[in-house]
């Protein structure tokens, strides 16, 4: 891994491998201008949330709480902060892939301006995911609710954009139930907090690992670029070098900076089979039934059968069944002669091999372990 300066990237470079797996020093929209449109695969953002905190927050025992008080979560007033947020997510725009998509967090001082702002610039929501913390700070003057939650808004570049949804994959995680959009998480402590010699926080903001893990499991793969043009302490880097990703991380203070180099530089990235993320069928290349006729995988006039052999059907050149004086695909001769609207035709008619009934959907399998893997 290395820093780079704003002078050493290129806009016209043809290849990432000079800035990926990078720290790019300076201004985050200066440095977005800097790298190649549509040369990034993700953006996850944790921007400044303007906090306008007014005077310091002390605990019931009159300690000071470590609260975010840097100067680069000051703006003047929210014009200020929204002129900035069109900015960066402009930027950000710009360097996405087509079929990229964009994470932001924040909490309520900033999230809904920065999802309208988001939502001018031509960004569709795809999701808003509530970060519930297990362990949130309590609020010590007892006029509000304790603020236990975060808010991530996923989007992509446009409506109708296509997009990387690991839905299998994030099922498999949580034990085979379907993903929801509010993720329980404890906020970063323990030994994951990085702390200087004297034992302050080197960065008031971290974010917990497992929420950038997860984020990154459900919209990249392996070998993707992500960017984060909010770099901080180098979560999103350390995460990603992890999980197999290339990233590219942006940022100006040099403490910052140098931590987490240190602590991306001790990653030991995952590598082959281990990265591999379960896929269900939806994520299979779709192969037409006539394509199996094509390749000699069945024959014209082959006859086809339900598994209890109620009903049979013959194969046509063309891909359809003939039954009955009647032709049609696979999934209507299905539906037609069960009286359904539907069917699925590849699990519901069978042919034989070996002395067997087979569904004809193992012949599906096949093609793609072959034909298409070898294409």
């Known amino acids: ?14 290849s990432p491998e000079a800035w990926r797996d990078s720290i790019i020093q300076g201004d985050c929209i200066a440095a977005l201008e800097k790298l190649p449109e549509a040369s990034v695969d993700l953006v996850f953002a944790d921007p400044p949330y303007n906090l306008q905190l007014d005077g310091n927050l002390h605990r019931p025992d009159q300690s000071k709480v470590d609260a975010v008080d ?39 001082h900033n999230i809904f301006r920065v999802g309208t702002a988001l939502q001018d610039l031509g960004y569709w929501v795809l999701n808003d995911v509530v970060w519930r913390k297990t362990n949130p700070m309590p ?35 949580n034990d085979g139930v379907q993903m929801r959009s509010d993720w329980l ?19 008031p903001t971290q ?12 919209a990249s793969n392996p070998g ?29 203070e040099s403490d910052y900076i140098e931590a987490a180099t240190a602590r991306i530089d001790a990653i030991e990235p995952l590598a082959g089979p281990q990265l591999a993320v379960t896929t269900g069928k939806r994520a299979q290349p779709r192969v037409p039934f006539g394509a199996l006729i094509e390749c000699g995988m069945i024959d014209a006039g082959a006859v086809l059968a339900d598994a209890r052999g109620r009903w049979r059907a013959k194969v046509r050149l063309d891909g359809s069944l003939e039954h009955a004086g009647e032709t049609a ?40 372990r072959t034909v298409m893997a070898a294409g």
């Open 224 to 252: 993707d670029i992500v960017l984060d043009p909010f770099f901080g302490s180098g979560t999103t880097g350390a995460v990603a070098r992890r999980m197999g990703r290339h990233f590219v991380g942006i940022e100006r």
């Open 139 to 173: 609020n010590f003057r007892g006029r509000r609710f304790t603020n236990a939650h975060e808010t991530l808004i996923w989007a992509s570049r446009q409506r109708e954009a296509k997009y990387t949804f690991n839905y299998d994959a994030l099922k498999m995680a």
């Open 70 to 108: 840097d100067e680069w979560d000051k703006f003047s007033d929210f014009a200020a902060y929204d002129a900035f947020t069109r900015a960066w997510l402009l930027a950000a725009r710009r360097v996405l892939k087509p079929d990229g998509t964009l994470w932001v967090i924040g909490s309520y």
């Open 207 to 218: 974010k917990p690992e497992a929420l950038i893990h997860r984020l990154l499991m459900a």
């Open 329 to 368: 695909s696979i999934h209507r001769m299905g539906a037609k002669v069960q009286n359904l609207d539907a069917c699925n035709g590849w699990t519901f008619w069978h042919y034989q091999a070996e002395g067997q009934m087979r569904p004809i959907d193992d012949l599906r399998a096949e093609y793609r």
């Open 185 to 203: 998480f404890p906020i970063c402590g323990g030994s994951e907090r990085l702390k200087d010699e004297d034992g302050v926080k080197v960065h």
């Open 1 to 14: 891994m290395h820093v780079l300066s704003l002078a050493d990237i290129r806009a016209d470079e043809a």
